[in-house]
């Protein structure tokens, strides 16, 4: 049951719940500074996966990588090789909307893209994806219960970080009224539509594309922190 990208041989290595975030070291440092009793079940191109118990809850937390093709491939074997039934990303964005700003914590809706990943893989013509309901409904209890404010909107998933071609605040911003960008979640919905599973995407505003605000590490630490603590509530939860 390994694959090329997962070296885990045994299903129950995984929990039912996965948290995402983009960067390895990140789920790493969310093993580390929350979870007990973990075991660290991915070393394959060093994309790190830890298996733990938060609150007495097993819980895994495992890295995407960046961009869609990374997260498609990591999320589908989850999902589909391993059982898994419940992805939460948690991860940066850039905002498009002086209302969303830096250290916001957004709960993503649904995600619009120009990407061709869901026709390709799935034949959906859509371009736009939804997180799950009742998963987006846990995570938004978790934050009140917490009492931490999210901003609950449509998000843009972008195959592409360096743009120089057109105008996004025409085609993308006005259009479908996304609060801020990232380039994962249109293609983690999809694969969890496909494989009747459940997706949902937090992300922290780490850099605004209106007011090109800068974040010192240490407070872009906090308000990560604030957005790990909302999913693994949840993910306690479920
Ligand atoms: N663009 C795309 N993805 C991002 C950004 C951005 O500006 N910031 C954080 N993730």
Redesign the pocket.
């Known amino acids: 049951m390994a694959t090329p990208h997962i070296e885990v041989n045994d299903k129950n290595k995984f929990a039912k719940t996965v948290l995402m975030p983009g960067d390895p070291l990140r789920a790493e440092y969310i093993a580390k500074t929350y979870l007990t009793d973990v075991e660290k079940i991915n070393n394959v191109r060093n994309m790190f996966g830890f298996t733990g118990y938060y609150k007495g809850k097993k819980v895994t937390v495992m890295g995407s990588g960046m961009g869609m093709p990374s997260i498609g491939i990591y999320s589908y074997e989850l999902f589909d090789i391993y059982g898994v039934e419940n992805i939460i990303r948690i991860?940066?964005?850039?905002s498009y909307m002086e209302r969303a700003k830096v250290y916001d914590v957004i709960l993503a809706t649904q995600a619009y893209s120009e990407s061709s990943y869901a026709k390709v893989a799935f034949g959906y013509p859509e371009n736009i994806m939804d997180s799950n309901k009742e998963l987006f409904a846990e995570i938004k209890a978790s934050a009140q219960k917490l009492n931490y404010p999210i901003i609950e909107d449509i998000i843009h998933s972008?195959d592409v970080?360096y743009r120089t071609n057109g105008n996004v605040f025409e085609d993308v911003v006005e259009k479908y009224g996304c609060v801020?960008?990232?380039?994962e979640s249109f293609a983690l919905f999809a694969n969890a539509k496909k494989l009747g599973k459940r997706a949902a995407c937090l992300?922290t505003v780490?850099?605004s594309?209106v007011t090109h605000e800068v974040t010192t590490s240490e407070e872009r630490q906090t308000s990560f922190n604030k957005m790990m603590e909302i999913a693994l509530e949840t993910a306690a939860n479920l």
């Open positions: 991860g940066s964005c850039g972008s970080f801020g960008v990232e380039m992300l780490s850099d594309l």
